[in-house]
């Protein structure tokens, strides 16, 4: 189970995280790739015949927050702005997505919120013009 979020205003992931962050005991995780196998023993749990692959760490285009205890995803746009972040499980993320919204003077919606949906149509574009905030959505090829 996931749930997906997005800041209504523009963030640019090096702000993200460039430490700004700190303050609300939330910082960066580095997150290596590892064999599912591994991860499921690690979990203590067990997988059905056949299954197999990688779980993806930490890229320049995906990155991991934490409050030591919890942690979301972060998808990060061409342009390098937050595209979309990603709880994942049953862990509570509330005080990640409350610092960044403190620290961004936005609000974090979820995928329940209609405004998520609104106009989208496939991948988000980010653009900043000017210090004009837009957020475009185009459909992917």
């Not at 205890?69 to 979309?84: C, D, K, L, P, Q």
Request: with cysteine; net charge negative.
């Amino acid at each position: 189970m996931s749930r997906d979020y997005i800041p209504t205003r523009l963030i640019r992931a090096a702000d993200l995280f460039g430490g700004r962050l700190e303050k609300y005991r939330v910082r960066e995780k580095i997150v290596e790739e590892q064999d599912v196998h591994d991860w499921a023993a690690k979990m203590g749990l067990t997988l059905p015949a056949g299954a197999g692959g990688k779980i993806p760490g930490t890229t320049a285009t995906r990155r991991c927050l934490t409050d030591g205890s919890n942690y979301v995803w972060v998808e990060i746009s061409r342009r390098g702005f937050v595209a979309m972040i990603t709880r994942y499980g049953d862990n509570g993320c509330n005080s990640i997505l409350h610092a960044m919204a403190r620290e961004f003077d936005t609000e974090i919606i979820d995928e329940e919120h209609p405004e998520f949906w609104e106009d989208y149509e496939g991948e988000v574009v980010a653009v900043d013009i000017s210090g004009a905030e837009v957020i475009k959505r185009t459909r992917p090829n």
